[in-house]
């Protein structure tokens, strides 16, 4: 059995990307491997290493023991990303459905939460104008942005998916298929088409209402909430 030292050890001198293909081999180690990464994830609460922190907190949420859970409640209640609202909207249901790695649940949920931030009149539609969108308060997309990113390693999200638009000259037409919305001539069919799981391609989740034109997501991709990520 590896002293818990040591492997607290391997995980603060590796790189982000190597702390990623670490933490499944401690969790593998059992009892000891979780309480290192209970220790290390206590030292970890100022972090900008979100991706990290948030496999960690992951592979501690599904653990599911005794130990676990009560670390995780007195210490982590709401997650490792701060659930940060200016319009008094509850990320906690996206958190946990994204800890749980239930991305069709999380994909529900932000939407649901997108409307929220709308108003009331969103909420009825269950869908949102692109006139809505520049309304969201910065705090809010970055908040539903990182929680996607922290519990997919990165492949997932806004801002992700911003990314790869840009990489092909803002070409929606050249997206959807890197994102697998498209395959071809034929759009992707909800929901048993898309992947719900990190087997799918970077930015393939969270989706949009892309069927009813490029509007929306365009509005996405223009706000204001990604100018220090772009």
Same mark, same amino acid.
């Given at each position: 059995?590896?002293?818990?030292?040591?492997?607290?050890?391997?995980?603060?001198?590796?790189?982000?990307?190597?702390?990623?293909?670490?933490?499944?081999?401690?969790?593998?180690?059992?009892?000891?491997?979780?309480?290192?990464?209970?220790?290390?994830?206590?030292?970890? *609460?100022?972090?900008?290493?979100?991706?990290?922190?948030? *496999?960690?907190?992951?592979?501690?949420?599904?653990?599911?023991?005794?130990?676990?859970?009560?670390?995780?409640?007195a210490?982590?209640?709401?997650?490792?990303?701060?659930?940060?609202?200016?319009?008094?909207?509850?990320?906690?249901?996206?958190?946990?459905?994204?800890?749980?790695?239930?991305?069709?649940? $999380?994909?529900?949920?932000?939407?649901?939460?997108?409307?929220?931030? $709308?108003?009331?009149?969103?909420?009825?539609?269950?869908?949102?104008?692109?006139?809505?969108?520049?309304?969201?308060?910065?705090?809010?997309?970055?908040?539903?942005?990182?929680?996607?990113?922290?519990?997919?390693?990165?492949?997932?999200?806004?801002?992700?998916?911003? *990314?790869?638009?840009?990489?092909?000259?803002?070409?929606?037409?050249?997206?959807?298929?890197?994102?697998k919305? *498209?395959?071809?001539?034929?759009?992707?069919?909800?929901?048993?088409?898309?992947?719900?799981?990190?087997?799918?391609?970077r930015?393939?989740?969270?989706?949009?209402?892309?069927?009813?034109?490029?509007?929306?997501?365009a509005?996405?991709?223009?706000?204001?909430?990604?100018?220090?990520?772009?």
């Amino acid at each position: 059995m590896q002293d818990i030292k040591d492997l607290i050890s391997q995980l603060e001198s590796e790189s982000e990307k190597n702390q990623l293909k670490l933490i499944p081999q401690i969790v593998e180690i059992g009892d000891s491997g979780y309480q290192a990464l209970m220790t290390w994830l206590s030292a970890q *609460k100022n972090s900008p290493n979100y991706l990290s922190t948030g *496999k960690v907190y992951q592979a501690l949420y599904q653990a599911n023991t005794p130990e676990t859970k009560e670390f995780l409640q007195a210490k982590f209640p709401q997650g490792v990303i701060p659930l940060t609202s200016e319009k008094n909207i509850d990320y906690l249901s996206l958190q946990q459905s994204l800890a749980q790695q239930d991305f069709q649940q $999380a994909d529900l949920i932000t939407i649901q939460k997108m409307c929220e931030l $709308a108003g009331e009149a969103s909420v009825e539609r269950k869908w949102l104008y692109f006139t809505e969108i520049s309304s969201f308060p910065i705090a809010d997309f970055q908040t539903i942005d990182q929680l996607w990113q922290a519990h997919s390693e990165g492949k997932f999200g806004f801002s992700v998916q911003r *990314k790869i638009w840009l990489s092909v000259g803002k070409d929606f037409n050249k997206l959807w298929p890197k994102i697998k919305w *498209k395959d071809e001539n034929n759009w992707t069919r909800y929901p048993n088409e898309f992947i719900w799981s990190l087997e799918a391609p970077r930015g393939h989740l969270p989706l949009s209402n892309q069927l009813r034109g490029v509007r929306v997501i365009a509005a996405i991709f223009d706000h204001p909430a990604w100018s220090k990520v772009s």
